[in-house]
């Protein structure tokens, strides 16, 4: 069974990088034939999907977020990463990392605990 | 963007009743339409995706149906421990631009 683990700081000044990890373990990232994904809620937005990368490193974001977001895959540490640049308070939520099982590519079977981040000077 | 409107945001249900749960897409998504329940303080947990399918060890009480714009997910029988949010998502595009509903919180009433 998958696990996923989100880390990071959790208090960001504004205008400053919000940088998040979710470690995997019970599977293989390169071993994988679906996207792993970044998450994010908020009670103004509620649940928001940030993007996708691929093993590969093939990568897709939320159009909305594009110019600010860059997610990125360490295979060796089975690991993959989000950066989210020139935050403001309306990135403050509670980050999640998720992926897909073997059951449809396209939807979340397993999730991280979530990483509460607050933008605040 | 496809925009899910999840109606009525929130249900007032007795347990032992029959939940009935709504998400409509601003534009036709096909049968990609995936639901979700988050209890308090937890992640979200897939229920149902292909608007039907039932995910791994959900229980037969759990059931989904629609296509096109109009999905609807059913609890027959409710237990306590469903009482909580609920969550449509859409995976039409792709590129994939994934969308979720603002949810349903179902409460005991």
């Known amino acids: 069974q998958l696990q996923l683990l989100e880390s990071g700081p959790g208090l960001v000044k504004p205008s400053e990088t919000l940088s998040l990890t979710c470690t995997v373990s019970?599977?293989?990232?390169?071993?994988?034939?679906?996207?792993w994904g970044w998450i994010r809620q908020s009670p103004e937005k509620g649940l928001e999907w940030i993007g996708s990368?691929?093993?590969?490193?093939?990568?897709y974001y939320n159009p909305s977020l594009k110019s600010r977001v860059t997610i990125s895959v360490d295979t060796s540490k089975n690991q993959f990463s989000l950066k989210v640049d020139s935050v403001t308070a309306a990135d403050t939520a509670v980050y999640y990392c998720?992926?897909?099982?073997?059951?449809?590519?396209?939807?979340?079977?397993?999730w991280g605990l979530g990483k509460m981040v607050t933008v605040s000077s | 963007e496809i925009v899910l409107t999840q109606s009525p945001a929130t249900l007032s249900v007795s347990p032992g009743e029959r939940a009935t749960l709504a998400c409509r897409a601003s534009?036709?998504?096909?049968?990609?339409l995936a639901w979700y329940q988050q209890r308090p303080g937890q992640a979200p947990r897939l229920l149902i995706y292909?608007?039907?399918r039932r995910a791994t060890g959900i229980p037969a009480r759990f059931s989904g149906s629609g296509s096109g714009t109009e999905f609807t997910l059913t609890i027959s029988s409710l237990q306590s421990e469903d009482f909580a949010l609920y969550y449509c998502?859409?995976?039409?595009?792709?590129?994939?631009?994934?969308?979720f509903g603002h949810g349903t919180k179902v409460e005991i009433k």
């Open positions: 534009q036709s998504v096909s049968r990609n």
């Open positions: 998502q859409q995976y039409n595009n792709w590129p994939p631009a994934w969308t």
């Open positions: 998720a992926s897909p099982g073997e059951l449809d590519p396209n939807v979340f079977d397993f």
């Open positions: 990368i691929y093993y590969s490193g093939t990568t």
């Open positions: 292909g608007s039907s």
């Open positions: 019970g599977g293989s990232i390169s071993g994988s034939h679906y996207y």
